[in-house]
């Protein structure tokens, strides 16, 4: 950096770089929609909240946006919380269970997680769970499966949503602490 002539700036963690990214993308729409906030100062501002779940772990984070009398943008983190055991293969898991159980008392197949045919069928679930996010239905083909069976199993958005329902308590909880902290 100082070969380049670079200023090197510090570190920051992920809710300060998207506070930043989403000022520098969107610094326009936060002039147009902050508000007074009703006490005497001529700053407006404006609230947002950035969601990461990533395959493991989500984090939240509540920014402020100020916008000052000549439409100076500047931002605050007023609360941010993680999970590092909460995320999107949660959702594969809970699906996968769901789609297990299905297979147990409809077509009398045992599958293990750590199996071949167990490795397949949380594919398939993925697979699903990806489709399911744009379209209102989809469904598991599995083919071979233990006993020469092969099984078609139906799948909703409203599956999805029941099957997951304890993933969607734990981020809801997680709202919960953001706002509770901010």
Known sequence: ALIAELKP?????????????????????????????????????????????????????????????????????????????????????????????TLQSKHKVTVTPASKVGSRVLRQCNKAKEILSTIGETSIVLENLPGDVDARISLSQSTLEESSKDVAAELKSLFDTLFNEA
């Open 9 to 101: 700036l510090r570190c920051v963690d992920s809710c300060v770089a998207m506070a930043t990214m989403f000022e520098i993308k969107h610094a326009e729409r936060i002039i147009n929609e902050a508000v007074a906030d009703g006490d005497e100062s001529s700053e407006k501002k404006f609230k947002v909240v950035f969601v990461d779940m990533g395959h493991t772990s989500t984090s939240v984070a509540l920014v402020q946006y100020i916008v000052d009398e000549n439409n100076g943008v500047s931002s605050r983190v007023l609360s941010s919380v993680g999970k590092k055991d909460l995320g999107a293969r949660n959702i594969d898991d809970a699906l996968y269970n769901d789609v297990v159980s």
